[in-house]
């Protein structure tokens, strides 16, 4: 189909920068089966990118990519994710995305994009500039050393209030692997700024002034908005606030809906007082504070408002007004951010000077999105901080580190948990300056090559968090029992997957998750409560393939996993049920082309069994099961010694687990022992050819024999 | 008697329920009647119905004015018109008197904390054994702070001391987690074990993104 009736922009721009030549495909000829974002991203990977390709070679290549929904009016479609070979996965770089929310990726079809494949590297510092169909490598020699928000208010003045900026700052000029894009001013995709820093490419800026057809029904299109907006919750789909409240019969204190009637946005000018009905589909923006909620009550004086992407009412980037910080450490006095990143400075600390909701910690916060959101650092989820923090307080910097380096790090302030701390320490990460600063600009697999540190050292300390191959776990036993560990296993970066642990923590009653459990999932079997684990069954493996697959189709289709998926809700009269088709009647409605649910899980799975076939293919390994799938130790610990399913304890069985990984392999209709898909499933999945060229390399169970 | 149904009156004593669950606020048979009374709707209720039996009636629904056995009867033929209307649910109060409202407006959830706000130990008390049956989980002590509980911090250690020395409430007890949150629990629902590891669990979550 060389014309796209709707939902796809229909064309994929390439810009290759070596050569500087622009060019256009077409989307569905190429990439509709796998549906567009992260999909798109590993069939250019596969299609273009030879084994063993270095993140920062010429020959990499950076896909960013939308989706199907995004420019739509489906609720949380601002999802762009950026797909290359991702340089802190250790100890080899592999597939993987980075993932970023704002306004880039509605603008990019808006311009008439479905992605933008950048080759090549330029000569000198550039960015791109596309305005509809005109599209021009410029000269960014002006802006190469400034921060995110020069270069992002430098371009919009160029090219016009409308336009969205993903910059990079010195972090990814400074080719660190921990560098990372940024769009929308705080929107960011983690990982891939480095990438973009070795092909000299400073920016990409985008107007767009068309509009994303729906080929379906409108009425039918604006029902479903409707319905959509209706099983909506707060913020991660917590669908029960976090206060007792007339309208809700559940309440949790630990929901992430905290926009409870008679809070306040306090530095808003005027401020905003919440009030009126909880549930209107009008004011769903108002459930959700992340900064009260990550950093305690004492943040909603110092909220302004929420932010957030496109079309979606969940607003989960607060911004933040603390004027103190401008006259203590010289900082903007507003800031705006979620999750990690909203908690980027304060993690540095063991304890910030004040405790968990005081000032300091509320100021290291904004230092600490001050000056990551503009030099362009990642976190690695976290596991920045708290490699700095083992570094620290394990001694291992005292002897690894040269004595005059040590010195010129001022612990004092680390030790008294003070702000300015991170005045010293992450512009030294972003400019990868000295040993240390170079060192955790690489990302955890540096720790380890660099000073010689056995990896089992952080993976034998739950305290790290660390997972394998250079990052964290996100969401993992727990959270979710043996279905964490299993998606844990897969990827090559932390997992990043919300579809498992959004269903875990959204709030209800674990009777009433359990019987929702069955309608999805075959039995109520598939959930237990957290810390309360039994043996591994078909249906957690079940839960765990659905986690994977309904992750990997957020990622093409450009919705928020982070939000999503829907299956539970806030609404007693469907007995908290959500809708688990909601994906597939949105894309069917978009594309006028009928697709169900089953066929829609399948393109998933494709789109999963093509990052495993990457993986596979640059790891020049078949046997993922023992080589990568792998668990650290941690996992099968306990501080108390409490032994495996007593009640209490995260602490999982390695015999279980192996039973675990089985089931799962099973259900993909992978091969047991090497946890590698077969052929056959290749085949069967519509990747033949995938499947064949890893058969003739030997990387196929059968083969491989 | 009134048959149940769709009667004018009937709905308007539903109404009635639902405006008060908007408040939100719990009705009794003797606020329906009052506001029926208000409307000009009532009258029908307050005349006794001929040959009643006026034991099963419940004297403490008295509109002001009336005599008490009118009062009750109009009270037990209110009580029956609003058994059987839909969206409309009842239980008896800590007062003993029968209570009405709209689940949709003014959740069960809700409208059990409301009737307890006079008695802070019951609560406390019913609150953290909910909680401990139906989710489960501890609750944080400073949950009976904020709204709709609202109890000040010297009200919450009162209640505390009162529960540890009652008999009734045993089963009340606490675990404090290694920042210093103390969350509490009923032993009837959960182990001491299990109660710790999900108190710690929820004051770690917000590093657990």
Known sequence: MAATSGGFAGKVLRVDLSTGKIGIQDTIERYEAVLGGAGLGYRVLWDEVPAGTGPFDPANKLVFAAGALVG???????????????????????VGSGHMGGHFAAKLK???????IVEGRADKPVWIMIRDARVEIRDAGHLWGSGIRRTTLELSQEMGPDCVVAAIGQAGENQAPMGMVINSVSHSAGGVGGVMGAKNLKAVAVQGSGAVRIAGDKAEWEKLIKFHLSILGGNNQHVVPSFPTPQAEYYNPASRWVGQPGRRW?????????????????????????????????????????NGCTACPIRCHTMLRVPSVTVRYGIPDMAQNTCIALQFGRMFFKQPGDG?????????????????????????????????????????LKTRLGSKEYASIPWDKYENGDPAFLLDIIPRIANRQGELGDVLSRGTGAIFDHWSIPEAEWARDRTTTYWKMGHPKHHANEDDGQCGVIINTQYNRDAQCHSHTNFVRNGLPLEIQRKLAAAIWGSPDALDAPGDYTPANVYKAKRARWSLVRKELHDALGVCNWMGPWVASPRWERGYAGDDSLESRFLSLATGRAIDREELDR???RIFTLHRALTIRDMGQVDMR?????????????PNGAAPFTKGTTRMDPADIALAMDLFYEIMGWDKATGAPTGERYASLGLGDVGEALRVGKLTPESGR | MTSCGTTGLAQAAAEAVREASREPRLATCGDVLAMLLERGLGDVLATPASGRDDEEADPRGVPDGAQPAAAADAAARLAALLACQPGIAAFVSLSGQTVYHAPELLSRTYALILDRKDSPIALVAEEIRTNSRDYPRPVPVKLFEAPPFDLSPEEIEAVLRAMAAGAAYQDITFAATTNGAVYLFSSLHLKREYAAFLAERAETLVLNP
């Open chain 1, 72 to 94: 739509t009016s489906v609720p949380c479609n601002g999802r762009a994710t950026v797909t290359t070979i991702f340089p802190t996965c250790w100890p080899r770089p592999l």
């Open chain 1, 110 to 116: 808006y311009a008439g994009y479905d992605a933008l």
């Open chain 1, 266 to 306: 306090g530095a808003a000018k005027p401020p905003v007082e919440l009030a009126g009905d909880i549930y209107d589909l009008n004011r769903i923006a108002y459930r959700t504070n992340s900064a009260a909620y990550f950093l305690g009550g004492e943040a909603w004086k110092y909220t302004v408002r929420g």
């Open chain 1, 356 to 396: 968990k909701g005081g000032e300091a910690a509320i100021e290291a916060c904004m230092v600490g999105m001050h000056l990551a959101d503009d030099m362009g650092l990642w976190s690695n989820y976290g596991q920045l901080q708290r490699d700095l923090r083992k570094l620290y307080e394990g001694g291992y």
């Open chain 1, 603 to 605: 393109a998933g799975e």
């Open chain 1, 626 to 638: 023992s080589k990568h799938d792998l668990v650290p130790p941690w996992v099968f610990e306990d």
